[in-house]
């Protein structure tokens, strides 16, 4: 029997996926990555029998990166990056992905495609097929062997219609994303690593990582400082409003309107004031009673999605999208990245709607709308990609809590509405004469509430008070008076209008819109303030201001929608891969080398905004080479500044650093620091020189005094390591934040708890003859001892003495930011005693040999 392999994009679509063509009837087994499943069922493919065996990927199999030599900041001058070799390599190196799809490949006659579709989907059919290509029966190039499912929703009928109409994958789309990536990396890189290194070298309260360039994060933030630099140069002008009341006959009193709307000169809105002071009738010189339309919406998109979560749910683009994607994948919404708002010719909309009649949310408004028959929607723009995002099954508030159930109410509200009624209301407009001035009167009266009844935010307010009036009809007019006000600056953009910016200038896709965002609040360009707001920090304003003062072009939005429109031109097959990424590669190159020789007049207003290395921080420890106090900068990126020797030393980020025992290296004389990421987390010790200029071949730029392989230094892997790390290649090291006692992984994030109130722990130089573990010695006060028969102190081996595995705990250490995976208390003890520790010594043979 022939055998076809099928790839999703995540392993949660690849279980629904098999669960309908398999008809609920498939085999599931774990897939040797432990990532992804692997699900088999007997079906028909081209009339005859298959073996399908579903399985999936976790997003992008390859990233795009540069060759070895060139990731070196220090060395690698980053004009060299515009044309050095690029390479792809694999994204997620611990999930082995094409390992695993090359080992489920093996042997099979078919590769059916199930990626998403849109650009980046196509790009990742062509990574899996450059994966399997050695272990498939067939070329996978050639169309009897490789085939494409095209859908938009996960449900039974739009997937089994995909698999009865397959197409071929569309290699000129690929081509176009991999061009995106390529430039992205090369210009984003060259930009972002000359701007760091520049001035994170001379200012130390940036407060930011990576002073990061890109091509599209960059004309993002220049809206936002385009914003903040309309309200700080606004100058606000006073102006006077004529205000006039009139009452009816029964006592209801009618703000009137002046037609002038407002006058900027005080002495002529007094003038206007006094010919009219001493009249005391309003007469009605005209009546317009005209019906309004608020026309329901066109069918949702991406973009418009992404504008009414940050708007409407509170919720930032980013987040939304990753919420839409698992109600996508779970079934419940089609695709949700998609330009289009036009339902196709031969869309199923009444069945559609009745899944929802039911429901106890809109189940009445939606029996309405079927009983009186949809309204035709409205057309919108058909951009020949997926179906406009719509709700695919029904789901109540139980089964879906907080955010997923408020996109998905959204996304259903909206489809209910493009198939309701219009909102018509009654507009009047009454028209007086006090003297010679004209004033209006307006009231709205509801007709219809036709969709406002489903998106009921939009509902029509109260109905306004219209007075029965005809023409020549006098009222009372009194409270005649000058209203002083002023004009107001504009706000600062929401994220909701930088999207629709974002979108109107072609900067970033559907897809990459959330994530540009997401990018320069991350990077403390932007402030998300109320309202969901963006208010650029003082390195945004900078930033962009630099750019302005160097090259304008490079954070207006032209530059980038045109790079734009050449990807599409790939997409589509009519410009050359190549040719677009020579091109584009040299423009940027120019930039950035002009750039380069302008900088100072960028550095100019840094230096009106920021404080100079010098005097930044405060004093920590002493600098080896001129034994002076080195300054200690806390702000993003922390590090150490010596200002006699005008050296900066990078220091472990996202923890605190503080003076280890006013020890000193034996190698340097530098004053040793001790970096903790709090009590949960690891802490080690660490000499800044060691740190940023390795002293050993085999010891790497950013690692401490616990991977240091010094023969004789007491703060060394060689005295404080204790065995093998049970599940890496690093060594255990005696952590030294007294009285927590604990060993910690110098390469991963193992800590094994050990001895609870000792007062003190040292490692011995004798090794244990059963499984070569260094022994440890332990002694405890006499009221607190843990040791049996009362004892105060004792040498043994970790491992293989029971009574020191009974205060033995392994667990996850758990960084100062949050982000560290969970403990596991004492579950892995046994794992100690089974499994033979890793000889030490073999750890460190490179060093003595």
Known sequence: ?????????????????????????????????????????????????VRFKMTSVCGHVMTLDFTGKYNNWDKVDPIELFSCPTEKKEAMPRLRIPAFLAQEARGCDFLILWLDCDKEGENICFEVMSCVQPYMKGDVLSPQVTYRARFSAITDKDIKAAMLNL???????????????????????????????????????????????????????????????????????????????????????????????????????????????????????????????????????????????????????????????????????????????????????????????????????VRAIIANGISKPKKGHDAGDHPPITPMKPATESELEGDMWRIYDYVTRHFIATLSRDCKYLSTVITFQVGSETFTYTGNTLVDAGYTEIMHWQAFGKDEFVPVLAVEDVLRAHDHRLVECQTSPPDYLTESEVITLMEKHGIGTDASIPVHINNICQRNYVNVGSGRRLVPTSLGVVLVHGYQKIDPELVLPTMRSAVEEQLNLI????????????????????KFQYFVRSIEAMDQLFEVSFSSLKSSGKALSRCGKCRRYMRYVAAKPARLHCSHCDDTYALPQHGSVRIYRELKCPLDDFELLSWSAGSRGRS?????????????????????????????????????????????????????????????????????????????????????????????????????????????DMTACLYCEPSFSALVEKHRAVSSRGGGARGRGGRARGKHRNKQPKDKMAQLAAYFV
């Open 684 to 792: 080690f010790p660490l000499c800044p020189y060691c740190y940023n200029h390795p002293p050993f071949r085999d010891m790497k730029k950013g690692f401490g005094c616990n991977s240091c392989t010094h023969p004789t230094c007491p703060y060394g892997v060689n005295s404080t390591g204790v065995s093998g790390c049970v599940e890496c290649d690093g060594v255990l090291v005696l952590d030294p934040s007294a009285p927590k006692w604990k060993l910690a992984c110098n390469r991963c994030d193992v800590i094994i708890n050990i001895f609870e109130e000792a007062s003190r722990v040292s490692v011995c130089e004798s090794a244990c003859g059963s499984c070569g573990a260094q022994l440890v010695s332990v002694e405890y006060r006499a009221e607190r001892t843990r040791l049996p028969a009362a004892l105060t």
């Open 571 to 590: 997409a589509v097959g009519r410009a050359d891969f190549h040719a677009v990424l020579a091109h584009t590669a040299e423009i940027f190159r120019r």
């Open 167 to 365: 197409v071929r994958p569309n290699e000129n789309e690929s081509r176009s994303v991999d061009a995106r990536q390529e430039l992205d990396l090369r210009i984003g890189c060259a930009f972002t690593r000359f701007q760091t290194k520049y001035f994170q070298g001379r200012y130390g309260d940036l407060d930011a990582s990576l002073i990061s360039y890109g091509p599209c994060q960059t004309p993002t933030l220049g809206f936002c400082v385009q914003r903040h630099d309309e309200i700080q140069t606004f100058k606000p002008e006073t102006y006077w409003v004529l205000r006039v009341t009139a009452s009816t006959s029964e006592g209801r009193e009618l703000p009137l309107e002046w037609k002038r709307v407002r006058s900027f000169e005080k002495d002529i809105a007094n003038m206007f004031l006094a010919g009219i002071k001493e009249i005391k009738e309003a007469t009605v010189i005209n009546v317009q009673a005209k019906e309004k339309v608020k026309p329901r919406p066109t069918a949702l998109n991406t973009v418009e999605l992404m504008r009414v979560a940050s708007a409407g749910l509170g919720m930032g683009p980013h987040h939304a999208m990753q919420i839409a994607e698992r109600l996508y994948t779970q079934g419940y919404i089609s695709y949700p990245r998609t330009e289009t708002t036009s339902y196709p010719e031969n869309y199923d909309l009444m069945g559609t709607l009745r899944q929802q009649q039911n429901s106890s949310k809109w189940g009445t408004e």
């Open 1 to 49: 029997m022939k055998s076809a392999l099928m790839v999703a994009e995540k392993p949660s679509l690849a279980q629904n996926l098999a669960n309908i063509l398999s008809n609920g009837k498939c085999n599931t087994n774990k897939g040797s990555n432990s990532a992804c499943a692997i699900h088999e069922w007997n079906g028909t493919f081209k009339n005859e029998p």
